[in-house]
């Protein structure tokens, strides 16, 4: 009851009913100090123009007096609104407004109140989810790291601890027939030679695993022509490029098309016994193309595609950025990759 009786529109009833009730004594008394000085009490027109202009005078006057001291009150509350809600701007969510009325000015203020208290309570829950989400990706990485650790162990016992196993057998071999049988010994050097060259190769496509996984402050043009430079002093391949500078692609979209180069030359590199490495890098109206291909000694793409690890990572990086991943490739004819990422 009492909040409808102390509201704003109640208050202006007020204090316009007062406004009115001073105005009629005024306009009463006056009235009589008129009548008082005419010698008669007959009304002529200059006397009622006076008694007109000096109610106008009055009912102006007191008005404007009146609502500015009722007024008074409410723009100071306003004002202290308008400060509350800048200093929750500022952050300090901890501040709150008092306001003892009862009136919508007041109920303005607890739902301010409120809202500060919520808005304070969401901060410490996003604080919480930020905090839980740098452990979670904490614990992501490590298993990240684990996982490639554990597939590079495998990578390093299928292929190069074998192939250096074969090697301490055949050289274990060859030491023992080389003076009783000089030929045999020869052929069994030259296929020592052969497996520690395969097992140079997979170690430099592990090696290649174990680069940086972005390109730093590099573009993706100087990225590719560097691992490039690089390889062709260790790799005996003819490393064919046509690398263009494109400066429309994103960080993010420049670190998975480098990804993608090295994993594909990684798998070169281990299994296509090649000799010509084509890498070509263009944009073409709303697109980027990328296209790796070796003359090497190809594949079933039919029977590795589900099974390569290589092959599905460079997919999903290829899915992740928008792109679209095909591979062609047949058995004694190499092998051709191509990627297109829209702008």
Do not use: W
Request: charge should be positive; glycine fraction near 4%; charged fraction near 25%.
């Amino acid at each position: 009851m009492f909040t409808k009786i102390e509201s704003i529109r109640i208050s202006m009833v007020k204090s316009h009913l007062v406004s009115a009730v001073v105005i009629g004594m005024l306009f009463f008394i006056g009235l009589q100090l008129i009548l008082l000085t005419l010698p008669s009490n007959t009304l002529g027109l200059t006397t009622i123009l006076l008694l007109t202009l000096f109610v106008f005078l009055i009912s102006a006057i007191s008005g404007v007096y009146i609502g500015y001291k009722y007024s008074q009150p409410f723009k100071k509350r306003l004002e202290d609104i308008a400060t509350f809600i800048t200093v929750l701007e500022r952050g300090n969510l901890k501040t709150r407004l008092e306001d003892s009325q009862k009136d919508e000015v007041a109920r303005i203020t607890q739902a301010l109140n409120q809202l500060a208290l919520k808005i304070e309570n969401h901060v410490q829950s996003l604080q919480r989810l930020a905090d839980e989400k740098t452990k979670f990706a904490e614990k992501a990485h490590t298993a990240a790291v684990i996982e490639e650790r554990q597939r590079l162990a495998r990578d390093l016992h299928d292929a190069v601890s074998q192939q250096l196993f074969a090697l301490n057998m055949m050289s274990s071999a060859t030491s023992r027939i080389i003076e009783s049988n000089p030929s045999k010994s020869k052929e069994m050097i030259e296929q020592i030679a052969h497996i520690a060259s395969a097992a140079q190769v997979e170690m430099r496509a592990l090696l290649l695993h174990l680069r940086p996984v972005h390109l730093g402050r590099d573009q993706l043009h100087d990225g590719l022509l560097k691992l490039i430079e690089e390889l062709k002093d260790k790799c005996p391949i003819d490393f064919q490029t046509k690398i263009e500078d494109i400066q429309v692609l994103t960080k993010g979209t420049e670190d998975h098309l480098f990804r993608i180069v090295q994993e594909a030359i990684a798998n070169i590199l281990r299994h296509a016994d090649a000799s010509i490495v084509k890498v070509e890098l263009y944009q073409k109206e709303h697109h980027v193309y990328l296209h790796i291909r070796d003359n090497g000694k190809g594949f079933n793409v039919k029977e590795k595609k589900l099974t390569s690890y290589g092959l599905q990572t460079m997919k999903e990086r290829s899915d992740e950025i928008g792109g679209s991943f095909t591979i062609q490739s047949k058995e004694r004819e190499g092998t051709y990759i191509s990627i297109k990422v829209p702008i």
